[in-house]
């Protein structure tokens, strides 16, 4: 289905130059002097590879229809995440790098999202928010409380976040999966 150029969001499935393309960023510009155009960055789904595109916003581009359907993740083998639908209990193999930099964040049993174009993955959402360990915290500076200060930490999956003062190791929080930032105290 055609649509303008302005309306392309991160997470939708294009078509360009023959090829499908999953949109990473965009971003419009308006320049001081002509017309408005849109900055997207795009990575093609059957290579990998990466590129940048401008259109003007008045021009239009072929955008796929997804369908979504619900796995659960079983488990990550080599480059591939092994997901399991659970209706059917039939496996499906997805390359890890539909995740990004959200990889750290799969869990056991985890019910993601799928996005499918004719049958083919071409994306993955995550829960927005997971509840992890914290592993390693760094002492409290004392002094620091006239403004909102967060200190650094190591979370069970390897990632590094930045917490307040009074989260310790061996505390579990809650995460944002979209950029691993501190949410909240975990409530179990």
């Keep these: 289905m055609k649509q303008q150029a302005n309306l392309i969001r991160a997470g939708q499935v294009i078509e360009h130059d023959g090829r499908r393309w999953t949109v990473l960023k965009q971003q419009i510009i308006t320049p ?5 155009f ?3 960055e795009m990575r093609d789904l059957k290579t990998g590879n990466k590129t940048n595109e401008r259109w003007r916003t008045a021009d239009s581009v072929e955008r796929l229809m997804t369908e979504d359907k619900e796995y659960l993740y079983s488990y990550t083998d080599g480059e591939l995440l092994v997901l399991m639908d659970p209706e059917t209990y039939d496996q499906l193999t997805v390359p890890v790098d539909l995740l ?3 990889a750290p964040f799969i869990q056991d049993n985890m019910t993601i999202n799928l996005h499918l174009v004719e049958g083919d993955p071409v994306g993955i959402d995550l829960p927005p928010q997971v509840t992890l360990e914290v592993v390693e915290a760094d002492p409290v500076v004392k002094g620091q409380t006239a403004s909102s200060s967060y200190k650094p930490a190591k979370l069970s999956n390897g990632v590094k976040t930045m917490v307040p003062p009074f989260i310790e190791s061996g505390e579990r929080i809650v995460v944002r999966t979209e950029d691993g930032s501190y949410v909240e105290r975990a409530k179990d």
Excluded: H, L, S, T
């Design 32 to 36: 001081g002097k002509g017309g408005a």
């Design 38 to 40: 849109i900055q997207v």
């Design 100 to 102: 990004g930099d959200q």
